[in-house]
């Protein structure tokens, strides 16, 4: 017995200690700590991309719908026909949707005798080319998947490693606008910057225009080496309908900002709005933050039965119009209050503290985006400051809400403030800014 007094009074005074320890780490007044990157936007001129993949896609990110999000290795043409039906009948390309894209699952097993990548007989039975002239007829891009490897991720069939010569040819004779090329089953030691410049040279000598879509998920830091290959690079892991994964992809897409432009995107993953796991103000949060960053914008849910509330998102033409901004300069987290994002993913116990975020970028027409992005668990004020983007505070600007589509009707000086609830996202562009000599299309 005594000792059994002895041994439990030692644990209750370690977890003691220790929770005394922590409490900096864990405790709400360190996670009021607010950050500045202190971005001066002003500066955020296009690179001077000598670099890029010259099939002159790209100029500004892809758009599209793709069966992967909702349907994984269940995809079949039926499927793939009845939402090109769809996209058309919801007017979704005249949004700029107009790539429609089918992932892993399409091919066979196995290669046809001369060694060509073939559909899989069951589920594709009409062939890629039909899918894609089907497309074409109805005014858009037809895209496929492959992997730089021997088979493909999910699906394991027939994938383009050492084949990607002739696998180009073939995507090519049946007018694939679009490839999206994974990182699977490779030769070992064979890094993706040996792999997928290969692909890139391919598709060239193919002689048709095709869409480069790098997926190694960030692996070998592609954004650093990939524009000189493809129109864009994955940066990280898979997306889920899931909020923690939307707060950590658009983290690690933000470090890599300044590798995006024209020709060359930053890509973190497809849309999730529309499949049903997230709140509409987690949906709000993913296709705004998604915006700002020029990622592509490719829906990922079942457009035969999509609600209205979830087509409302997909074709808010504000929200677009600062994703296809002529400028193609990719938006970043300039100030947070809270913890880091990976704590605030992880433990419950800080989500009950203020976490939230302001976000911004340049456009075109010497305007400046800004969202308010409210990555906590209850409603709070957050604070857009010009401090954050390297503007003077007695510059005034004129205010647009993209999300209330509503012009304020006081010009705001020095920043405002907004409330926004749990997980949503207010987008807001200032124009008519006073007093600022703004370089953004100066070249400099
Ligand atoms: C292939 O590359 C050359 C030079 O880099 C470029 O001029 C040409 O348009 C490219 N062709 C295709 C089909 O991408």
Redesign the pocket.
């Given at each position: 017995m005594e000792y059994l007094f002895w041994r439990n009074l030692g644990i209750v005074a370690a977890v003691a200690i220790f929770a005394w320890k922590a409490r900096g780490r864990l405790g709400c007044s360190q996670l009021f700590d607010r950050t500045h990157t202190k971005w001066d936007i002003r500066k955020a001129v296009p690179l001077e991309r000598r670099m890029v993949y010259?099939?002159?896609l790209g100029q500004t990110p892809l758009m599209g719908w793709s069966g992967w999000n909702f349907y994984e290795c269940t995809i079949n043409e039926k499927i793939v026909y009845g939402n090109m039906d769809a996209l058309v009948r919801l007017d979704l390309p005249s949004y700029g949707y107009n790539y429609v894209i089918v992932d892993d699952c399409w091919s066979a097993y196995k290669r046809d005798k001369e060694g060509n990548l073939r559909s899989d007989k069951k589920t594709f039975p009409s062939g890629m080319k039909a899918l894609a002239d089907y497309a074409h007829e109805r005014g858009m891009k037809f895209g496929l998947y492959s992997d730089a490897g021997r088979m493909t991720c999910k699906c394991h069939r027939a994938a383009s490693e050492g084949h990607e010569f002739r696998d180009a040819r073939t995507f090519a004779s049946w007018g694939i606008d679009y490839l999206k090329y994974d990182n699977c089953f490779h030769k070992k030691n064979r890094p993706s910057h040996a792999r997928y410049p290969v692909m890139s040279e391919a598709?060239?000598k193919s002689?048709?225009?095709i869409f480069y879509a790098m997926c190694e998920w960030g692996e070998d830091h592609p954004a650093v080496w990939a524009g000189k290959y493809a129109n864009s690079w994955r940066t990280s892991l898979d997306v889920k309908d899931r909020w923690p994964r939307i707060e950590l992809l658009a983290d690690d897409n933000n470090l890599w900002a300044s590798y995006a432009g024209p020709g060359g995107w930053n890509d973190p993953d497809m849309l999730q709005v529309g499949n049903g796991r997230m709140s509409l103000a987690e949906y709000r949060s993913h296709f705004s933050i998604w915006s700002i960053m020029k990622a592509p914008l490719i829906i990922g849910c079942e457009l035969r039965t999509i609600t209205k509330e979830h087509l409302e998102i997909y074709k808010n033409t504000e929200i677009i119009a600062v994703n296809q901004d002529s400028l193609g300069i990719q938006g970043r987290k300039v100030s947070r209050i809270g913890q880091s994002e990976v704590i605030t993913s992880c433990l419950t116990l800080t989500k009950l503290c203020v976490t939230t975020q302001v976000w911004a970028g340049p456009l075109s027409g010497d305007r400046i985006v800004m969202a308010a992005w409210n990555r906590g668990w209850k409603r709070a004020l957050i604070t857009i400051n010009w401090y954050d983007i390297g503007l003077e505070p007695s510059v005034t600007a004129s205010v647009r809400d993209l999300w209330k589509h509503e012009d304020w009707t006081q010009r705001q000086k020095d920043g405002f403030e907004v409330e926004i609830d749990s997980h949503d996202c207010g987008v807001y562009i200032l124009s008519n800014i006073s007093m600022v000599e703004l370089y953004f299309n100066s070249g400099r």
């Amino acid at each position: 017995m005594e000792y059994l007094f002895w041994r439990n009074l030692g644990i209750v005074a370690a977890v003691a200690i220790f929770a005394w320890k922590a409490r900096g780490r864990l405790g709400c007044s360190q996670l009021f700590d607010r950050t500045h990157t202190k971005w001066d936007i002003r500066k955020a001129v296009p690179l001077e991309r000598r670099m890029v993949y010259d099939n002159g896609l790209g100029q500004t990110p892809l758009m599209g719908w793709s069966g992967w999000n909702f349907y994984e290795c269940t995809i079949n043409e039926k499927i793939v026909y009845g939402n090109m039906d769809a996209l058309v009948r919801l007017d979704l390309p005249s949004y700029g949707y107009n790539y429609v894209i089918v992932d892993d699952c399409w091919s066979a097993y196995k290669r046809d005798k001369e060694g060509n990548l073939r559909s899989d007989k069951k589920t594709f039975p009409s062939g890629m080319k039909a899918l894609a002239d089907y497309a074409h007829e109805r005014g858009m891009k037809f895209g496929l998947y492959s992997d730089a490897g021997r088979m493909t991720c999910k699906c394991h069939r027939a994938a383009s490693e050492g084949h990607e010569f002739r696998d180009a040819r073939t995507f090519a004779s049946w007018g694939i606008d679009y490839l999206k090329y994974d990182n699977c089953f490779h030769k070992k030691n064979r890094p993706s910057h040996a792999r997928y410049p290969v692909m890139s040279e391919a598709l060239n000598k193919s002689g048709r225009p095709i869409f480069y879509a790098m997926c190694e998920w960030g692996e070998d830091h592609p954004a650093v080496w990939a524009g000189k290959y493809a129109n864009s690079w994955r940066t990280s892991l898979d997306v889920k309908d899931r909020w923690p994964r939307i707060e950590l992809l658009a983290d690690d897409n933000n470090l890599w900002a300044s590798y995006a432009g024209p020709g060359g995107w930053n890509d973190p993953d497809m849309l999730q709005v529309g499949n049903g796991r997230m709140s509409l103000a987690e949906y709000r949060s993913h296709f705004s933050i998604w915006s700002i960053m020029k990622a592509p914008l490719i829906i990922g849910c079942e457009l035969r039965t999509i609600t209205k509330e979830h087509l409302e998102i997909y074709k808010n033409t504000e929200i677009i119009a600062v994703n296809q901004d002529s400028l193609g300069i990719q938006g970043r987290k300039v100030s947070r209050i809270g913890q880091s994002e990976v704590i605030t993913s992880c433990l419950t116990l800080t989500k009950l503290c203020v976490t939230t975020q302001v976000w911004a970028g340049p456009l075109s027409g010497d305007r400046i985006v800004m969202a308010a992005w409210n990555r906590g668990w209850k409603r709070a004020l957050i604070t857009i400051n010009w401090y954050d983007i390297g503007l003077e505070p007695s510059v005034t600007a004129s205010v647009r809400d993209l999300w209330k589509h509503e012009d304020w009707t006081q010009r705001q000086k020095d920043g405002f403030e907004v409330e926004i609830d749990s997980h949503d996202c207010g987008v807001y562009i200032l124009s008519n800014i006073s007093m600022v000599e703004l370089y953004f299309n100066s070249g400099r």
